[in-house]
Protein backbone atom coordinates (compact mmCIF):
# COMPACT_ATOMS: atom_id res chain seq x y z
CA UNK A 1 0.00 0.00 0.00
CA UNK A 2 1.29 3.27 -1.14
CA UNK A 3 1.64 6.82 1.62
CA UNK A 4 1.57 9.87 1.28
CA UNK A 5 1.40 10.64 5.13
CA UNK A 6 1.88 8.89 8.80
CA UNK A 7 -1.02 7.23 10.13
CA UNK A 8 -2.19 6.28 13.25
CA UNK A 9 -2.03 2.84 12.05
CA UNK A 10 1.51 2.88 11.15
CA UNK A 11 2.40 2.47 15.03
CA UNK A 12 -0.24 -0.38 15.58
CA UNK A 13 1.75 -3.04 15.11
CA UNK A 14 -0.41 -4.43 12.29
CA UNK A 15 -0.27 -4.63 8.74
CA UNK A 16 0.62 -0.69 7.85
CA UNK A 17 3.39 -1.03 10.94
CA UNK A 18 4.84 -4.46 8.67
CA UNK A 19 4.52 -2.60 5.41
CA UNK A 20 6.47 0.69 7.03
CA UNK A 21 9.32 -1.65 8.59
CA UNK A 22 9.70 -3.36 5.27
CA UNK A 23 9.15 -0.83 2.52
CA UNK A 24 11.34 1.76 4.93
CA UNK A 25 13.37 0.18 7.79
CA UNK A 26 14.66 -2.66 6.70
CA UNK A 27 14.98 -1.25 3.30
CA UNK A 28 17.52 0.94 4.20
CA UNK A 29 18.51 -0.16 7.27
CA UNK A 30 19.47 -3.75 6.32
CA UNK A 31 21.71 -6.28 7.68
CA UNK A 32 22.31 -9.60 8.93
CA UNK A 33 21.40 -8.99 12.59
CA UNK A 34 18.59 -6.12 11.66
CA UNK A 35 16.90 -8.65 8.61
CA UNK A 36 16.01 -11.25 11.21
CA UNK A 37 13.51 -9.23 12.90
CA UNK A 38 13.71 -10.88 15.91
CA UNK A 39 12.34 -8.54 19.16
CA UNK A 40 16.22 -8.27 20.21
CA UNK A 41 19.55 -8.10 17.98
CA UNK A 42 21.63 -10.57 18.98
CA UNK A 43 25.56 -9.75 18.41
CA UNK A 44 28.87 -11.31 18.72
CA UNK A 45 30.82 -10.74 21.79
CA UNK A 46 34.54 -9.01 21.28
CA UNK A 47 36.95 -9.19 23.64
CA UNK A 48 37.16 -5.85 25.47
CA UNK A 49 35.44 -3.43 27.35
CA UNK A 50 31.63 -2.75 25.94
CA UNK A 51 30.59 1.03 26.00
CA UNK A 52 26.95 1.47 26.38
CA UNK A 53 25.03 5.13 25.61
CA UNK A 54 21.19 6.49 24.61
CA UNK A 55 20.13 10.03 23.97
CA UNK A 56 17.15 11.23 22.11
CA UNK A 57 16.35 14.00 19.49
CA UNK A 58 14.13 16.52 19.53
CA UNK A 59 15.63 19.18 17.00
CA UNK A 60 13.61 22.11 15.36
CA UNK A 61 13.73 22.22 12.22
CA UNK A 62 14.61 19.09 11.37
CA UNK A 63 16.33 19.26 8.42
CA UNK A 64 18.91 22.12 8.23
CA UNK A 65 21.67 23.43 6.25
CA UNK A 66 24.70 20.37 6.67
CA UNK A 67 22.24 17.29 7.85
CA UNK A 68 18.65 16.74 9.45
CA UNK A 69 17.24 15.23 12.56
CA UNK A 70 18.31 11.74 11.37
CA UNK A 71 21.86 12.18 10.44
CA UNK A 72 22.15 14.12 14.41
CA UNK A 73 20.68 11.22 15.72
CA UNK A 74 23.12 8.93 14.46
CA UNK A 75 26.70 10.90 14.90
CA UNK A 76 25.66 11.79 18.27
CA UNK A 77 25.25 8.72 19.49
CA UNK A 78 28.92 7.62 17.46
CA UNK A 79 30.57 10.70 19.04
CA UNK A 80 28.98 9.97 22.74
CA UNK A 81 30.64 6.66 22.65
CA UNK A 82 33.95 7.64 21.00
CA UNK A 83 34.53 10.34 23.66
CA UNK A 84 35.15 7.32 25.98
CA UNK A 85 37.74 5.69 23.65
CA UNK A 86 34.71 3.30 22.15
CA UNK A 87 34.80 1.97 18.65
CA UNK A 88 31.28 2.22 17.55
CA UNK A 89 29.71 -0.68 16.29
CA UNK A 90 26.19 -1.13 16.72
CA UNK A 91 22.87 1.52 17.17
CA UNK A 92 19.44 0.85 17.61
CA UNK A 93 16.56 3.64 16.92
CA UNK A 94 12.83 4.55 18.45
CA UNK A 95 10.66 6.47 15.96
CA UNK A 96 7.89 8.70 17.98
CA UNK A 97 5.85 9.66 14.45
CA UNK A 98 3.37 12.40 14.25
CA UNK A 99 -0.03 11.69 12.44
CA UNK A 100 0.19 13.34 9.37
CA UNK A 101 3.92 13.30 8.57
CA UNK A 102 5.01 13.39 5.16
CA UNK A 103 5.83 10.33 4.15
CA UNK A 104 8.91 11.58 2.19
CA UNK A 105 9.83 13.40 5.08
CA UNK A 106 10.36 10.40 6.97
CA UNK A 107 12.16 8.36 4.14
CA UNK A 108 14.43 11.27 3.64
CA UNK A 109 15.58 10.78 7.58
CA UNK A 110 15.90 7.15 7.38
CA UNK A 111 17.56 7.44 4.16
CA UNK A 112 20.42 10.00 5.94
CA UNK A 113 20.64 7.59 9.29
CA UNK A 114 21.12 4.67 6.82
CA UNK A 115 23.95 6.77 4.61
CA UNK A 116 25.33 8.38 8.64
CA UNK A 117 25.90 4.88 9.88
CA UNK A 118 27.35 3.53 6.59
CA UNK A 119 30.01 6.21 6.40
CA UNK A 120 30.91 5.59 10.23
CA UNK A 121 31.14 1.86 9.52
CA UNK A 122 28.14 1.17 12.19
CA UNK A 123 25.24 -1.53 11.85
CA UNK A 124 21.52 -0.07 12.86
CA UNK A 125 20.35 -3.34 14.27
CA UNK A 126 16.88 -3.06 15.65
CA UNK A 127 14.31 -0.19 16.54
CA UNK A 128 10.48 0.81 17.11
CA UNK A 129 7.96 3.20 16.13
CA UNK A 130 5.02 4.85 17.83
CA UNK A 131 2.69 7.31 16.22
CA UNK A 132 0.56 9.59 18.50
CA UNK A 133 -1.90 11.91 17.33
CA UNK A 134 -1.98 15.07 15.65
CA UNK A 135 -0.64 17.76 17.23
CA UNK A 136 1.56 15.93 20.24
CA UNK A 137 4.51 15.57 18.60
CA UNK A 138 6.16 17.74 16.37
CA UNK A 139 6.38 15.90 13.21
CA UNK A 140 9.33 13.33 14.75
CA UNK A 141 10.99 12.68 17.42
CA UNK A 142 14.09 9.75 17.73
CA UNK A 143 15.45 8.09 20.19
CA UNK A 144 19.17 6.31 19.98
CA UNK A 145 20.99 3.37 21.34
CA UNK A 146 24.45 2.76 21.06
CA UNK A 147 27.26 -0.36 21.65
CA UNK A 148 30.80 0.55 21.67
CA UNK A 149 34.17 -1.31 21.97
CA UNK A 150 36.86 -0.28 24.15
CA UNK A 151 40.34 -1.78 23.56
CA UNK A 152 42.16 -2.69 26.84
CA UNK A 153 44.80 -0.31 25.88
CA UNK A 154 42.72 2.89 25.95
CA UNK A 155 41.33 4.58 29.18
CA UNK A 156 40.04 7.92 28.72
CA UNK A 157 38.77 9.66 31.76
CA UNK A 158 38.96 13.37 33.64
CA UNK A 159 41.25 11.55 36.31
CA UNK A 160 43.66 11.02 34.01
CA UNK A 161 44.32 14.93 33.57
CA UNK A 162 47.41 16.33 34.92
CA UNK A 163 49.00 19.94 36.00
CA UNK A 164 50.24 21.15 32.21
CA UNK A 165 48.60 18.95 30.16
CA UNK A 166 47.17 20.58 26.86
CA UNK A 167 43.49 21.64 25.96
CA UNK A 168 43.03 21.05 21.78
CA UNK A 169 39.79 21.45 20.20
CA UNK A 170 39.57 20.49 16.65
CA UNK A 171 37.85 22.97 14.58
CA UNK A 172 35.59 26.05 14.64
CA UNK A 173 32.98 25.97 17.48
CA UNK A 174 29.35 27.40 17.20
CA UNK A 175 28.44 26.34 13.55
CA UNK A 176 25.50 24.15 14.19
CA UNK A 177 23.92 26.33 17.06
CA UNK A 178 23.93 29.13 14.90
CA UNK A 179 23.25 27.36 11.78
CA UNK A 180 19.93 26.36 13.54
CA UNK A 181 19.64 29.35 14.92
CA UNK A 182 19.95 31.68 11.79
CA UNK A 183 16.88 28.72 9.64
CA UNK A 184 14.87 29.51 12.59
CA UNK A 185 14.93 33.30 12.90
CA UNK A 186 14.87 33.31 9.21
CA UNK A 187 18.21 35.26 9.03
CA UNK A 188 20.62 35.77 5.89
CA UNK A 189 24.76 36.47 5.74
CA UNK A 190 27.07 36.63 3.07
CA UNK A 191 28.47 33.60 3.95
CA UNK A 192 26.24 30.64 4.07
CA UNK A 193 26.23 28.94 7.85
CA UNK A 194 26.11 25.25 7.88
CA UNK A 195 26.22 22.56 10.92
CA UNK A 196 29.46 20.66 11.40
CA UNK A 197 27.38 17.69 12.14
CA UNK A 198 29.54 14.70 11.49
CA UNK A 199 30.77 11.47 12.78
CA UNK A 200 33.54 11.83 14.87
CA UNK A 201 34.81 8.27 15.27
CA UNK A 202 37.23 8.63 12.96
CA UNK A 203 39.04 10.85 14.25
CA UNK A 204 39.03 9.49 17.45
CA UNK A 205 40.42 6.28 16.12
CA UNK A 206 43.38 7.77 14.08
CA UNK A 207 44.70 9.78 17.40
CA UNK A 208 43.92 6.84 19.78
CA UNK A 209 46.01 4.54 16.99
CA UNK A 210 49.06 6.58 16.87
CA UNK A 211 49.35 8.52 20.32
CA UNK A 212 48.79 7.28 24.24
CA UNK A 213 48.92 10.79 25.60
CA UNK A 214 45.60 11.21 25.25
CA UNK A 215 43.90 11.81 28.92
CA UNK A 216 40.12 12.96 28.06
CA UNK A 217 37.89 14.05 25.70
CA UNK A 218 34.43 15.19 25.73
CA UNK A 219 32.31 17.19 22.62
CA UNK A 220 31.44 20.07 23.16
CA UNK A 221 27.09 20.27 22.32
CA UNK A 222 24.72 21.60 24.14
CA UNK A 223 26.21 24.19 25.78
CA UNK A 224 29.18 24.64 24.25
CA UNK A 225 32.56 24.93 24.40
CA UNK A 226 32.61 26.62 27.63
CA UNK A 227 30.13 24.31 29.25
CA UNK A 228 32.28 20.88 27.84
CA UNK A 229 35.66 22.66 29.63
CA UNK A 230 33.82 23.63 32.99
CA UNK A 231 32.79 19.96 33.20
CA UNK A 232 35.98 18.49 32.39
CA UNK A 233 37.77 21.03 35.27
CA UNK A 234 35.33 19.90 37.65
CA UNK A 235 35.97 16.39 37.25
CA UNK A 236 39.14 16.96 36.86
CA UNK A 237 39.42 18.74 40.24
CA UNK A 238 41.99 21.06 38.64
CA UNK A 239 42.12 24.54 36.60
CA UNK A 240 42.24 24.77 33.09
CA UNK A 241 43.57 28.30 31.44
CA UNK A 242 42.34 29.39 27.77
CA UNK A 243 43.33 31.70 25.36
CA UNK A 244 40.48 33.14 23.25
CA UNK A 245 42.85 34.70 20.15
CA UNK A 246 43.73 30.70 20.03
CA UNK A 247 39.72 29.12 19.58
CA UNK A 248 38.76 28.93 16.08
CA UNK A 249 35.38 30.25 15.38
CA UNK A 250 34.19 31.24 11.23
CA UNK A 251 33.90 34.75 11.26
CA UNK A 252 30.19 34.57 10.14
CA UNK A 253 29.42 32.35 13.25
CA UNK A 254 31.19 35.45 15.46
CA UNK A 255 28.98 38.23 13.53
CA UNK A 256 26.01 36.08 13.81
CA UNK A 257 26.85 36.04 17.56
CA UNK A 258 27.62 39.83 17.86
CA UNK A 259 24.08 40.92 16.04
CA UNK A 260 22.48 38.15 18.50
CA UNK A 261 23.95 39.14 21.65
CA UNK A 262 24.67 35.17 22.07
CA UNK A 263 28.43 34.34 23.29
CA UNK A 264 30.23 31.95 20.88
CA UNK A 265 31.83 29.81 23.59
CA UNK A 266 27.98 28.61 24.81
CA UNK A 267 27.10 27.96 21.57
CA UNK A 268 26.25 24.22 20.48
CA UNK A 269 28.66 21.84 18.15
CA UNK A 270 27.71 18.26 16.70
CA UNK A 271 31.35 17.49 14.89
CA UNK A 272 33.88 18.54 17.32
CA UNK A 273 35.84 17.46 20.20
CA UNK A 274 37.79 18.74 23.03
CA UNK A 275 40.96 16.19 23.74
CA UNK A 276 42.66 17.23 26.94
CA UNK A 277 46.90 15.79 25.62
CA UNK A 278 50.42 15.30 27.85
CA UNK A 279 52.42 17.82 27.15
CA UNK A 280 54.76 15.65 25.25
CA UNK A 281 52.71 14.70 22.74
CA UNK A 282 50.20 17.24 22.23
CA UNK A 283 52.02 18.88 19.15
CA UNK A 284 51.92 15.31 17.31
CA UNK A 285 48.68 14.98 18.19
CA UNK A 286 47.54 18.21 16.86
CA UNK A 287 49.17 17.54 13.80
CA UNK A 288 47.54 14.12 13.12
CA UNK A 289 44.24 15.81 13.73
CA UNK A 290 45.47 18.49 10.95
CA UNK A 291 45.36 15.87 8.42
CA UNK A 292 42.38 14.88 9.01
CA UNK A 293 39.83 15.99 7.20
CA UNK A 294 37.28 16.53 10.20
CA UNK A 295 40.35 18.48 12.34
CA UNK A 296 41.82 20.23 9.73
CA UNK A 297 41.12 23.73 11.90
CA UNK A 298 42.38 21.91 15.15
CA UNK A 299 44.03 24.63 17.76
CA UNK A 300 45.53 23.94 20.68
CA UNK A 301 43.80 26.66 23.06
CA UNK A 302 45.13 26.41 26.75
CA UNK A 303 46.48 24.93 29.61
CA UNK A 304 46.16 22.49 32.92
CA UNK A 305 46.73 24.25 35.81
CA UNK A 306 46.59 23.47 39.86
CA UNK A 307 45.92 27.44 40.45
CA UNK A 308 41.66 27.99 40.60
CA UNK A 309 40.73 24.39 40.88
CA UNK A 310 37.83 23.56 39.12
CA UNK A 311 37.36 26.35 36.97
CA UNK A 312 38.27 27.77 33.84
CA UNK A 313 39.95 31.19 33.07
CA UNK A 314 39.27 32.99 29.40
CA UNK A 315 41.99 35.45 28.78
CA UNK A 316 40.54 37.30 26.32
CA UNK A 317 42.15 38.95 23.08
CA UNK A 318 41.56 42.17 25.30
CA UNK A 319 44.64 40.31 27.78
CA UNK A 320 41.79 40.38 30.37
CA UNK A 321 40.52 37.30 32.63
CA UNK A 322 37.40 35.88 32.78
CA UNK A 323 35.95 33.11 34.31
CA UNK A 324 33.93 30.98 32.33
CA UNK A 325 30.69 29.09 34.31
CA UNK A 326 27.92 26.98 32.92
CA UNK A 327 24.71 28.71 31.98
CA UNK A 328 21.63 28.26 34.03
CA UNK A 329 19.66 27.47 30.74
CA UNK A 330 20.19 26.91 27.30
CA UNK A 331 21.14 30.03 24.67
CA UNK A 332 18.94 28.20 22.52
CA UNK A 333 16.08 24.89 23.23
CA UNK A 334 15.91 22.39 21.05
CA UNK A 335 19.17 22.39 19.05
CA UNK A 336 19.47 18.57 19.12
Not at 181 to 190: A, M, T, V, Y
Not at 227 to 252: D, I, K, N
Not at 276 to 283: G, K, Q, S, Y
Request: net charge negative; glycine share 10%.
Amino acid sequence: MKTEKIELAHGEGARLTHELISRLFKHYFSNPYLDLLHDAAVLPNPNGRLAFTTDSYVIHPIFFAGGDIGKLAVCGTINDLSMVGAKPLYLTTGYILEEGMPYADLERVVCSMAGTAKEAGVEIVAGDTKVVERGSADKIFINTAGIGWISNEVNLSPGNIREGDKIIVSGSIGDHGMAILCLREGLEFSTSLVSDCAPLNGLVQTILGRHRGVRAMRDPTRGGLATALVELAQSSGLGFEVEERCVPAHESVRAACELLGLDVFYVANEGKLILIVAPEEAEAVLRTMQNHPLGREASMIGQVVERHPQKVALKTILGVRRVMEMLAGAQLPRIC
